[in-house]
């Protein structure tokens, strides 16, 4: 699919889907889930063998099952992407459940500045607007995307949520660095490395690698490093908030946030295992796996 088509695809959706009725929307995207999954192509091929990885009791028709409701999770996040900006700050509210959310808020009232480290799980565009919606602006970054005026869109769309969205390159860390100097909120999805210079790490037993900068940040800003999990429930979401991770008291930099990380990425398994269908990764993860 050439990249006009693509880009024209989610302009479509984003004007069409809006303006169905809600239900309709949600069940025509079940049905959209249910035919990506029986088309088993690249994507879904890799969430099984995510899913498969980290859940290997689960017998073949016990994981075909999880894998078409995960979809069914995916299909759902996207059909809320396409819908959001017609929700107002009321319904983000409404629709939004928090556990601890005390990390979070006290460092911010406390100046402290924080980071929040989250997997691809849930919607985190929802949980993202809904501080925005609550008086904590936050600062993140974005992968690059193909088109040019698709990348341009997301940023759009986030930013009219009222997130301040960098583009993923050298110079977003010192940014990063000055919001979080000023007491503010940076919130990474951190599941995934994409820069190739990612901290190593161990996930569900195997060798995999997960970003460096939450915990770099952490160590270098003094901000607290926090952990959360984003899964649906009913109408809406809950984020599971965890402590700081404390930065190791001895230990050079790059020891400490290889300490750091692997408590990121055991919490995030911890919760990945528990709420497997809300975990949207479609991409490859672990070292040894074969492209």
Not at 47 to 52: E, F, G, H, K, V
Not at 216 to 242: C, H, N, S
Not at 270 to 278: M, R, Y
């Amino acid at each position: 699919m050439s990249q006009n088509l693509i880009y024209l695809g989610y302009s479509l959706a984003w004007k069409i889907v809006r303006l169905l009725p809600e239900k309709f929307a949600y069940k025509l995207a079940d049905r959209f889930a249910d035919l990506l999954y029986g088309k088993n192509g690249k994507g879904v091929s890799r969430l099984r063998s995510n899913y498969q990885r980290i859940r290997p009791e689960l017998n073949s028709d016990q994981l075909e099952f999880l894998t078409n409701a995960g979809m069914r999770s995916y299909l759902r996040y996207w059909c809320d992407t396409f819908r959001f900006p017609g929700w107002d700050n009321e319904r983000l509210v409404a629709t939004t459940v928090c556990d601890n959310e005390n990390f979070l808020r006290d460092a911010i009232f406390e100046k402290r500045g924080c980071i929040v480290a989250l997997p691809h799980a849930g919607n985190w565009d929802h949980a993202g607007a809904y501080f925005c919606a609550t008086g904590i602006p936050l600062t993140t970054v974005a992968e690059h995307l193909k088109p040019e005026k698709l990348f341009r869109k997301f940023l759009e769309y986030r930013t009219k949520i009222g997130m301040e969205v960098l583009d993923l390159d050298s110079r977003s860390i010192a940014v990063l660095s000055q919001r979080l100097r000023a007491g503010k909120l940076v919130a990474l999805v951190a599941d995934r490395d994409l820069s190739k210079n990612g901290i190593p790490v161990k996930f569900f037993g195997e060798g995999a690698r997960m970003p460096a900068g939450p915990a770099l940040l952490a160590i270098q800003t003094g901000a607290d490093l926090i952990t959360a999990y984003v899964k649906y429930e009913g109408d809406g979401i809950r984020i599971i908030f965890e402590a700081p991770i404390p930065v190791p008291s001895s230990g050079s930099t790059s020891e400490k946030a290889s300490v750091m990380t692997q408590v990121m990425a055991d919490r995030f398994a911890k919760h990945i295992l528990a709420n497997t269908v809300d975990w949207h990764m479609l991409q490859r993860i672990w070292i040894e796996e074969n492209a």
